[in-house]
């Protein structure tokens, strides 16, 4: 007996492209539209970027959405019999990250309205509606002239993607800390480039700092898309053991102390921790969430394998003299930014210290050793983070707007 149709109210598309976008922005929007419209099909579309780990497919499709696909195989979807079996009401796209270039066409494929979570009115021919972060951003939104009721602002939706998954004590016992055991966390990016050359940069750290807070407990949470093949070669190349196949594994720092390697938990590790050196990226809104003072880190000495935006990041570096100059760009660029962690780019200024450009861990370590050795500047650090984070709920305020879309009577 052949099936009836099943009819969708509103068949939802979603661009992103980075692990940070996915389960920064991602993620949080998703779950809310799934607790709101149980008749919503939705796609996560990968866009092209400089910036990809190779594992965003498998990152997206934890994130709860139905179907999750490159931009290549996006024609194919389209295509596919199987759509025959759907009635599909309405169509949106909104795109949460990547090249807006890019959503613009899908939407234009579609037949859709384009909505864009952005700090910057780009693409404002084609664009239905945005959705600001924040109150700097919604000045730019101001300054451009553009039609009040073209813009709106929800918030940031990293902070609603950290929810923790256990308490601290059950952290704790899992990972064997004692409940008073003071814990600093490495995170160490997503990308190959990234958590291959600073895990050992952040190694090196944690070894001076355990050397002069022998009771301090360091923990590496691995992000998804960490593949810990590459990880353990570049490790070992480099002289460090590590040990184990569970889910909890160690480093070895060196010094006769070892280090805990954690699968699945990097939120709840950041929820143990005193404080965290993190590279530049979503985890650093994440560890300003749960209150967590943290040290950004961007070294630069190999500055020219760094993807970048627009042309400087499609040029081929075997062009003679392409290294140099990109290096040179990149490190002009770090000079001409004042904040680069974005709790200090919201905030406007310096609230997390960030050390960037050509240092050794012996500069880190000693800013961490400064901060631990002074309980009241971490008190107020926390502090801070707490009064710019505390409003939360941007992905309920953007469900709202993509229900009651869903409701209206035209496309």
Same mark, same amino acid.
């Given at each position: 007996?052949?099936?009836?149709?099943?009819?969708?109210?509103?068949?939802?598309?979603?661009?992103?492209?980075?692990?940070?976008?996915?389960?920064?922005?991602?993620?949080?929007?998703?779950?809310?539209?799934?607790?709101?419209?149980?008749?919503?099909?939705?796609?996560?579309?990968?866009?092209?970027?400089?910036?990809?780990?190779?594992?965003?497919?498998?990152?997206?499709?934890?994130?709860?959405?139905?179907?999750?696909?490159?931009?290549?195989?996006?024609?194919?979807?389209?295509?596919?019999?199987?759509?025959?079996?759907?009635?599909?009401?309405?169509?949106?796209?909104?795109?949460?990250?990547?090249?807006?270039?890019?959503?613009?066409?899908?939407?234009?494929?579609?037949?859709?309205?384009?909505?864009?979570?952005?700090?910057?009115?780009?693409?404002?021919?084609?664009?239905?509606?945005?959705?600001?972060?924040?109150?700097?951003?919604?000045?730019?939104?101001?300054?451009?002239?553009?039609?009040?009721?073209?813009?709106?602002?929800?918030?940031?939706?990293?902070?609603?993607?950290?929810?923790?998954?256990?308490?601290?004590?059950?952290?704790?016992?899992?990972?064997?800390?004692?409940?008073?055991?003071?814990?600093?966390?490495?995170?160490?990016?997503?990308?190959?480039?990234?958590?291959?050359?600073?895990?050992?940069?952040?190694?090196?750290?944690?070894?001076?700092?355990?050397?002069?807070?022998?009771?301090?407990?360091?923990?590496?949470?691995?992000?998804?898309?960490?593949?810990?093949?590459?990880?353990? %070669?570049?490790?070992?190349?480099?002289?460090?053991?590590?040990?184990?196949?569970?889910?909890?594994?160690?480093?070895?720092?060196?010094?006769?102390?070892?280090?805990?390697?954690?699968?699945?938990?990097?939120?709840?590790?950041?929820?143990?921790?005193?404080?965290?050196?993190?590279?530049?990226?979503?985890?650093?809104?994440?560890?300003?969430?749960?209150?967590?003072?943290?040290?950004?880190?961007?070294?630069?000495?190999?500055?020219?394998?760094?993807?970048?935006?627009?042309?400087?990041?499609?040029?081929?570096?075997?062009?003679?003299?392409?290294?140099?100059?990109?290096?040179?760009?990149?490190?002009?660029?770090?000079?001409?930014?004042?904040?680069?962690?974005?709790?200090?780019?919201?905030?406007?200024?310096?609230?997390?210290?960030?050390?960037?450009?050509?240092? %050794?861990?012996?500069?880190?370590?000693?800013?961490?050793?400064?901060?631990?050795?002074?309980?009241?500047?971490?008190?107020?650090?926390?502090?801070?983070?707490?009064?710019?984070?505390?409003?939360?709920?941007?992905?309920?305020?953007?469900?709202?707007?993509?229900?009651?879309?869903?409701?209206?009577?035209?496309?």
């Amino acid at each position: 007996m052949t099936q009836p149709p099943k009819e969708i109210s509103l068949d939802m598309y979603i661009t992103a492209n980075s692990p940070g976008e996915i389960s920064g922005w991602v993620a949080p929007v998703v779950r809310e539209i799934r607790s709101r419209m149980w008749q919503c099909r939705m796609t996560l579309v990968i866009l092209p970027c400089q910036y990809a780990s190779g594992e965003e497919i498998s990152l997206g499709l934890r994130t709860g959405v139905d179907r999750c696909v490159t931009l290549g195989e996006f024609r194919k979807l389209r295509g596919d019999p199987g759509e025959k079996n759907y009635i599909v009401k309405k169509k949106l796209l909104m795109h949460l990250g990547g090249d807006i270039m890019f959503s613009a066409y899908l939407s234009w494929k579609l037949g859709c309205r384009l909505w864009v979570y952005s700090s910057r009115p780009r693409w404002r021919r084609f664009v239905d509606r945005y959705f600001v972060p924040d109150e700097t951003a919604l000045g730019r939104f101001k300054r451009a002239g553009l039609a009040p009721e073209r813009y709106v602002m929800i918030g940031n939706l990293a902070l609603d993607s950290v929810t923790l998954s256990e308490t601290e004590e059950e952290t704790r016992d899992f990972l064997g800390l004692s409940p008073d055991e003071p814990v600093m966390t490495c995170l160490t990016g997503s990308r190959p480039l990234e958590y291959t050359e600073s895990t050992k940069l952040m190694i090196s750290t944690a070894r001076i700092v355990t050397d002069r807070f022998p009771e301090i407990r360091t923990l590496f949470p691995l992000a998804p898309t960490v593949r810990e093949e590459l990880l353990q %070669d570049e490790l070992n190349k480099s002289g460090i053991k590590w040990i184990g196949e569970s889910r909890i594994r160690e480093i070895e720092l060196g010094n006769g102390k070892k280090a805990a390697v954690v699968r699945d938990r990097t939120l709840e590790a950041l929820n143990c921790s005193k404080l965290a050196i993190a590279l530049p990226g979503t985890n650093n809104l994440q560890a300003a969430a749960l209150y967590i003072p943290y040290i950004m880190v961007l070294p630069l000495h190999r500055a020219d394998e760094y993807p970048l935006d627009g042309l400087p990041g499609i040029l081929p570096l075997w062009i003679p003299g392409m290294k140099y100059l990109k290096k040179t760009y990149i490190i002009k660029l770090n000079e001409r930014t004042s904040f680069l962690s974005l709790p200090n780019k919201i905030a406007g200024r310096m609230i997390a210290p960030e050390i960037r450009g050509f240092f %050794d861990a012996r500069v880190v370590a000693r800013m961490a050793i400064g901060l631990l050795e002074s309980p009241e500047k971490l008190k107020e650090i926390s502090r801070t983070f707490w009064e710019n984070t505390r409003d939360r709920g941007a992905s309920v305020r953007l469900s709202e707007y993509v229900e009651k879309f869903a409701k209206e009577g035209t496309n």
